[in-house]
């Protein structure tokens, strides 16, 4: 990298020297023209350059051949060496160029993202949460609640670019996440929003990283469970049955397969980034994250039922994403299905039984962007893998046994 940069200001120093010289040459030229055109005004003391005798042949041919020669000769050489250095050198410059570009677009949506974005997604996505307003669908208040902004650190393995951009743009109805684009009536144009995403590009996790975070939800989700069972365990003895319930229950033929499926649903790593519930159970994002915590939240908030917001701890039955009860129908086999939560839907594309995508439900099995290049390797870009095939289909079974 240092030495494109290099190659390119060695590039700039050389074309600043050769102006200069130019320039220089110039101005001398002209200073001389002058001087010799103000001392021959209005006098004829020497003969007229047209009268006078021009060299003779032999002159000619010998010292003035050779040095109009000689001249052509360095000029030659001049361009013959500068032409292929500026072959060379313009393939670096122009990379370098793009990712000036690039680097310049990264840093405004870093800047645009601390003012818009930070205040609910966290400071570098790491997610958050915000106060918010329930209405009914007449708008007289229900309920103030704290919903979750979920971890942005993830979202280019869920979503394509133009899937980002298109919920930048438009933000989510029902949920705090305002339109930010001018096309959903929002301050930032089209250029602000593409550095957002630019920006995005250069905080998501690597690989080693979301499987931290994935594992740190699944044993968040277990130690309630295993706490619960015993209810004497130490601190040392509830970790090592944590860690010991995972593996048991992560196997297909495992009594706790279905828990286990269950807690991947319900992923409460990154604010929930990472989880199923947030699109697909009501009221998740605020609060209703099992029976109890629904439960609660419903006695504080006696009009959520009232007003048909939030009946009850319904897992499934639908938010964002529509509910999932009946989905074995849409997806003949658990096949079908895992396909469809690898990679997601996309604008216009069926999926399941003929059902047309909007583009709005995420891919998990990581996603490779053919439109970028990764700068060292020249490969596409790929982003994380979020859940093995192995974790999708424990989700599936879970989905697949909702009803
Ligand atoms: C007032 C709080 C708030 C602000 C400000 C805000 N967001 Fe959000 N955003 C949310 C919430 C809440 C969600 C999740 C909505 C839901 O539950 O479906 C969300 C969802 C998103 C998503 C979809 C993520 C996913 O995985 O589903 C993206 C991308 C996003 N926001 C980006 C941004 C960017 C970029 C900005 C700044 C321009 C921003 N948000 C500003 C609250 C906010
Ligand atoms: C950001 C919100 C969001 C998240 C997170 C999400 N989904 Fe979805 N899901 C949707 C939307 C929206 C659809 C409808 C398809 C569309 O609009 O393209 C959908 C559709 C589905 C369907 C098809 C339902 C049908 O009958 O048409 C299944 C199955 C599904 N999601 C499962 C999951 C699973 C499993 C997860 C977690 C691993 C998950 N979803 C996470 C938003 C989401």
Partial sequence: MSEMIFAASTQRTIGVVIASVVAVGFLVYLLFNFRIGKREIGSEIEVAANRKPHSDDDELETKKLDSHLGWSLVTLAAISIILPLYWLMEPARQENADYGWVKRFEKRGAAEYEEACAGCHGPGGVGGVTSFTLTDSEGSFVAQVDWKAPALTTVLSRFDESEVTHILNYGRGGSPMPAWGLPGGGPLTEQQIHQLVVYLRSIQLDQEEVINEVNSGLTTGARILVKHANPDFSDEQIDAAVEAWLIEASNPDSENYLAYGELLFNNSAAQGANSCARCHTPGFSYGAVDAESTEELLTEWPKLVESG???????????????????????????????????GSELGVSYGNARSGTGGMPGFGGRVDDDLTDRETGASVTYSQIYTPEQIAAIVAYERSLG
């Fill in 309 to 343: 917001v939030l009946n009850g701890w319904e897992p499934g039955k639908g938010a964002v994403g529509p509910s999932l009860y009946g989905v074995n129908s849409h997806f003949p086999t658990p096949g079908d299905q895992e396909s469809f939560i690898h990679s």
